[in-house]
């Protein structure tokens, strides 16, 4: 009998289209974040696409400033490839007690 009644039955109608209102904000706000993160997205390729081309153009600068695009590995000496010798230890003789750590540097 409840259903019968106009007040019952207006408040029910207004509820209904709240809730209608509130289902259509929601699917805009989805759909405005959907269309952020693709900008974001494309924003973050077009950005990666233009360091990529930076970096190859600065790659190609310092190529020409220098004479060739890359040294192997093999080009550069490493540490273990440089034989020590007296000239690259230095050692602290201080008076130091017996017992003590003393320091020995190696270049």
């Known amino acids: 009998m409840a259903d019968s009644d106009p007040t019952t039955a207006s408040n029910t109608s ?19 974040r959907e269309e952020r993160s693709k900008a974001l997205q494309a924003t973050v390729q077009a950005e990666t696409t233009n360091h990529v081309a930076r970096r190859k153009e600065l790659e190609d600068l310092v190529a020409s400033l220098v004479g060739e695009r ?23 003789d ?14």
């Open 14 to 32: 207004k509820r209904r289209d709240e809730i209608e209102r509130k289902k259509q904000k929601i699917a805009e706000l989805k759909r405005s």
């Open 70 to 92: 890359a040294r192997k590995e093999t080009d550069v000496p490493t540490m273990e490839a440089v034989a020590p010798t007296a000239a690259h230890t230095l050692t602290l």
């Open 94 to 107: 201080a008076d130091i007690p017996s017992g003590q750590p003393f320091m020995v540097l190696k270049l």
